[in-house]
């Protein structure tokens, strides 16, 4: 008997009295640590023995313990669960005459999972322990709530398997141990459910699908330890977290993320109660068909409280298609392809998943789901083109192996023979990764579980992707790499072709997809596909090795799987990009996947075109350009519908044929103009500009919507529309433009495009000089005005080139500046020169900017005051007593007089656009007046108080006539 802290044996005798006496206690928790568990230690709160197990031989006495601890980390509680293993000592005898068995440790405690949950009293005590089954070591413990977990300790590591099934069997009753044969081994462990019977555990699952203990309980139950539902981790077929250890053994495909469906989502007691619930009203349906409060009965039940894989009708549906057949054979060998109870099985279930959408369709869930569970909606149909395609899958076989029997002229040659099928050994390798990550399949033959397992047919690309190398190796005949590549080939299109046509039969039933990736758009899919394409790809290129009507056949295929193949990949990839969940470097890989399968099928074709070509004795241009179109005719419709634009264009180009190309055209509608747009690019690259905007005379919306990503064509364009004045303003924008042309958006393209240039200074210049000559021809404006402010803008080109001479490595010299960039860079660069163009700059603008820039100008009059020692000046001309011309042409040179002379004098550079003198004169005529003046920025000098009358003489010197100039004395305000 077990107690909260020792275990007890009695002995009792029923005759002739009923006695009960006390053999020997043996204490389990106490402060004792050598002969159990030592309590009051660090960390623990409450230490419950659970159950114990007695071995055959009665000889190991096996323990089942729980011990509460606090986390001192985060403060919260968690349990410990253990396994306490004790032996016999040697019997001791007492003086008294008892005998008293005394038991040791057999070994230390073996922790089984260091944190789980904390779980209620009732739930604890409700565990059972079973001990001795195989392998040797292992123990299953059983909880109240109907699971099974089986604990391996080997060494001094331990592992947890869970006992689950591929549909609902309901709770584990019991377990026990099967006899064996041999005395001295280990039987196995089976377990009683409560819905599907007895089924045994393998000791290779056990082996094999162990995990390491992960954080998490032996039940069923939420956490509770602050962990919501929807935190809950999904597990491993196996049933626990993907978090856990990992198996480094041959078993590592179990661990791959191939398919995020080979495994189940831990489901509540509620979920449970919604399931059964669903199961009976749906059996009802097909006994009565009727579905009366059906709806309001699972709404209640929770039934619409989860979404995706764990909601009970998604589960619900994959039970369905999942479902074994009890009365298949489970013995080992490549017959079992050849019973016909497979497609009746098959069959049986499609008619089953038919009944259960009625169902959903008639108690109204079906429109519940679509409105608020739209991926379980979406994972139900699928499990229907699933499950059809694995019947078209199976006819496939069917034909493969008759065909095959009729070559070998005998049903038993076929059947021996159909194991060098490819289609064969890819289910296979399905099989056998299916096999493996379910312990109940672990007896069943591979090819019954591939057909067995209908929702996760996504695996068949994957072992594809994975195994390909291994179905067709390349030690075997070409010959034979070329007809297995064309079985696959001809398998994958079977199973995308059969679940399209499933989604187009059943449209009216699928939920809005917007953010949902259907399962033949899914990364898995679509690189199994690459894969066999690439392979066929690689084939094609042994042209020296494969007669032509090998390649003819190798062709025919690859023609069909590429349109199955860049389907799923569009959609994959656009879905993607619709949930923002991936970005530029997913359409990349889309587009060079789709132009390379496009490119190698267009040589491929011209090969083929030209051997055809070479076998008609009489010959005609008509006659080459139709061989060039039949042979091309499926490529281009192919393209049409996935944006292969690239591969259109070839084809329209090497037939020089313009009347396809202007079709293509007119049907190739898509974003960015569609092929019209790649059409026009391709001639703008070619620079036949001419040939350009002749064809978007037909095109004219293309056109537009082309010419606002080039906007140095939009002149063009309008001078071709006799637009002279609008090509002259877009010219002269075009030419003084800071940035490049907004780019489009990704989603907007259908191929990567080459970035924008910025124009070079030769091209800001012709497209001055051309809207300069486009103003002149439109006859009807009023043109002079615009072509001196182009003129000035050329002035204004030309005095960067020289000014950015100057800077260090001709840094910045190709980006145009803003004018009071160029000017600030004059006085950055500090000289007499710079000085002196920063005037002309300002001289080219417009008198809106020298207004708009007052304080700029000013500091360029201080920095041509700068560029003079007036000082020296001064004193030369008090002590040599300058003349008149003396004083001129001293003065002449001084960045003060040129600056003036520039601005203000009747030779003064732009005498269009206003006047220096609105914005700052060089003397103030009214002392009164509050406005600056060139004399007022000049008194801030420091040399001003002596030499300021020569820097006045100056300025006004050099706003005057220089023949016959008198000097005046020009007085300063400071006399």
């Known amino acids: 008997m077990l107690t909260d802290c020792d275990i007890h044996c009695f002995t009792i005798e029923p005759y002739p009295d009923l006695t009960v006496s006390e053999v020997w206690q043996h204490e389990i928790v106490g402060t004792d640590g050598d002969s159990g568990i030592k309590k009051d230690i660090a960390s623990q709160k409450q230490i419950w023995p659970l159950d114990l197990q007695v071995d055959d031989q009665g000889k190991v006495i096996t323990v089942l313990v729980a011990t509460i601890c606090m986390d001192r980390a985060s403060s919260s509680s968690y349990t410990q669960y253990s396994l306490l293993t004790l032996q016999h000592k040697s019997e001791m005898r007492f003086a008294d005459g008892r005998e008293e068995k005394v038991l040791e440790k057999q070994g230390p405690i073996q922790v089984i999972i260091p944190k789980a949950r904390v779980e209620d009293k009732d739930f604890l005590f409700s565990m059972r322990l079973r001990v001795g089954g195989r392998p040797p070591g292992s123990a299953i ?94 597990v491993t077929p196996y049933g ?68 995706g894989e764990a909601n009970v009708f998604a589960r619900k549906s994959k039970s369905i298609v999942d479902t074994l057949a009890k009365h298949w054979t489970t013995t080992r060998g490549a017959e079992i392809v050849a019973m016909t109870v497979i497609s ?220 199955v193949l860049l389907e799923a990949c569009a959609g994959s990839t656009f879905a993607k990009l619709e949930r923002e969940e991936e970005n530029k470097g997913l359409l990349n890989e889309y587009w060079t996947r789709r132009d390379t399968i496009f490119d190698s099928l267009y040589r491929q074709a011209k090969e083929f075109m030209e051997a055809e070509i070479q076998g008609i004795r009489e010959r005609t241009e008509a006659t080459d350009e139709d061989i060039f179109r039949n042979r091309c005719s499926n490529l281009i419709s192919i393209a049409k519908r996935h944006a292969g634009y690239k591969i259109m264009w070839k084809i329209c180009y090497d037939l020089n044929d313009t009347g396809l190309l202007r079709n293509l055209m007119h049907e190739g509608v898509g974003p ?57 303003d877009t010219l002269h924008t075009l030419a003084l433009s800071q940035d490049e042309e907004s780019m489009t958006t990704v989603e907007e393209r259908t191929g990567p495009e080459p970035e924008d240039v910025q124009p070079t200074f030769a091209d800001r210049k012709r497209f001055l000089n051309l809207s300069k000559i486009a103003y002149v021809a439109d006859k009807d404006a009023d043109s002079e005005s615009k072509v001196k402010r182009i003129e000035a803008d050329l002035n204004l080109l030309k005095l960067q080139e020289e000014i950015t ?50 304080s700029l ?74 406005t600056s003046s060139v004399e007022d920025v000049l008194m801030s000098h420091k040399d001003f108080a002596e030499a300021g009358k020569l820097m006045l003489t100056a300025i006004m010197l050099g706003c005057v006539e220089e023949e016959g100039i008198v000097a005046e004395e020009f007085s300063s305000p400071m006399e």
């Open 805 to 854: 001479k100057a800077l260090p490595n001709g840094e910045a010299r190709n980006r145009l500046f803003r004018p009071e960039e160029l000017i600030e860079t004059c006085l950055n660069i500090q000289g007499r020169w710079t000085a002196i163009k920063a005037f002309e700059v300002f001289a080219w603008t417009s008198s809106s900017f020298r207004e708009n820039h007052r």
């Open 857 to 930: 100008l000013e500091e360029c009059w201080r920095n041509a005051a700068d560029q003079d020692d007036w000082d020296r000046h001064h004193q030369a001309s008090t002590n040599e007593g300058w003349s008149e011309e003396e004083t001129l042409q001293n003065l002449r040179n001084t960045a003060l007089f040129q600056a003036s002379k520039r601005c203000y004098g009747p030779t003064r550079v732009n005498t269009f656009d206003g006047d220096f003198a609105q914005v700052l004169p060089l003397r103030r005529e009214n002392p009164e007046d509050s």
């Open 240 to 307: 626990v977290d993907r978090t856990a250890g990992r198996e480094n053994s041959d078993i590592q495909n179990i661990e791959d993320k191939g398919n995020p469906k080979m495994g189940f989502t831990r489901q509540t007691a509620r979920d449970e109660e919604s399931e059964a619930l669903l199961g009976q009203l749906f059996e009802g349906f097909l006994l009565s068909g009727k579905v009366d409060g059906s709806l309001e009965k699972l709404s209640q039940s929770g039934a619409f409280d989860r979404d």
């Open 672 to 728: 960015q103009g569609g092929f019209s747009y790649f059409v026009f690019q391709q001639l703008y690259d070619m620079k036949q500009f001419s040939k350009l905007l002749r064809l978007g005379e037909e095109f004219q919306d293309e056109l537009l919507i082309f010419l606002k990503r080039h906007s140095d064509l939009v002149w063009l364009h309008q001078v071709f529309l006799h637009q002279f004045s609008s090509a002259s």
């Open 344 to 563: 009746s099985q098959l069959v049986e279930k499609q008619q089953k998943h038919e009944n259960f959408l009625h169902f959903l369709a008639l108690s109204k869930c079906h429109e519940e789901l679509c409105s608020k569970q739209r991926h379980s909606l979406q994972i139900i149909l699928e499990n229907g083109e699933k499950l059809a395609a694995m019947i078209q899958l199976r006819e496939l076989q069917n034909m493969i192996n008759q065909n095959r029997s009729a070559r070998f002229g005998s049903p038993q040659a076929g059947s021996e023979d159909q194991v060098s099928c490819a289609l064969w050994d890819l289910i296979q390798f399905v099989g056998e990764r299916a096999r493996r990550n379910t312990v109940l399949l672990m007896d069943r033959d591979n090819a019954e579980v591939f057909y067995s397992k209908v929702s996760e047919l996504e695996e068949v690309f994957y072992c594809l992707n994975r195994q390909l190398e291994y179905i067709i190796r390349a030690d075997q005949p070409l010959g034979t790499q070329l007809q297995r590549a064309c079985e696959l080939s001809n398998a994958c299109v079977t199973i995308l072709q059969t679940a399209l046509d499933y989604k187009n039969e059943h449209q009216m039933w699928y939920p809005p997809l917007e953010g949902l990736i259907p399962w033949h758009s899914q990364t898995v899919v679509c690189n199994g596909l690459w894969c066999i394409a690439s392979f066929m790809l690689h084939l094609l290129t042994e042209a020296s090795r494969i007669d032509i009507s090998a390649k003819s056949d190798i062709y025919t295929h690859l023609e069909v799987l590429t349109e």
């Open 141 to 234: 413990i059983l909880s109240g709530d109907g699971t099974a977990t089986v604990c391996y300790c080997h060494g001094s590591s331990t592992r947890l398997y869970k006992f689950d099934l591929p549909y609902d069997a309901g709770k584990v009753l019991d377990a026990s141990v099967l006899s064996s044969t041999d005395e001295h081994e280990y039987g196995a462990w089976t377990v009683l459910t409560e819905k599907a019977g007895v089924w045994a555990i393998p000791e290779k699952a056990v082996v094999l699908g162990g995990v390491e203990p992960p954080e998490r309980s032996l039940s069923r139950k939420n956490s509770s330890n602050e962990r919501s539902t929807r935190d809950e981790t999904r």
